[in-house]
């Protein structure tokens, strides 16, 4: 019995070096569907949207707020095109911030027929550190 009992508080034991901690937040969108998401160190918010008018004029948003250590945010903006089963950048923009936001809003027009998203690389820097992270809009189709 004593046997089994020292087994048991070492597997525990054993278990409990193993567990790593891991941060996460939640967002909670429309009806029951929540994202989680990894927590940044100097990436406080990052968004991305795409919207498309009857006109096909299709605004591309992306959106970044730094932590406060944050001197400078880079981002690479792509509107892609969902074609042949692929998805293929049409449009390309480069933005950069010296400051801890970056707000990007542009326009390009869309051939109708077709899905489109926007797909951003964002990167905040501190000093000599630097954070990235992908962001992609949900889908529009025109």
């Known amino acids: 019995m004593r046997k089994k009992l020292i087994t048991m508080i070492a597997a525990v ?24 998401s990894p927590m940044y160190t100097y990436i406080s918010n990052a968004e991305a949207s795409l919207s498309i008018n009857s006109s096909g004029k299709a605004t591309a948003e992306v959106y970044v707020t730094g932590s406060s250590e944050v001197t400078s945010i880079k981002a690479t903006i792509n509107l892609q095109q969902y074609k042949n089963g692929s998805w293929t950048t049409i449009k390309t923009w480069n933005e950069s911030s010296s400051s801890k936001i970056l707000n990007f809003i542009d326009t390009y027009y869309v051939s109708s027929g077709y899905t489109y998203r926007v797909n951003s690389t964002v990167t905040a820097y501190s000093g000599q550190n630097s954070e990235s992270t992908t962001l992609t809009s949900g889908s529009q189709s025109y």
Not at 15 to 36: H, R, S
């Open 13 to 36: 034991l054993m278990t409990n070096l193993f567990v790593v901690p891991v941060m996460a937040d939640t967002v909670a969108l429309k009806g029951d569907e929540i994202i989680i």
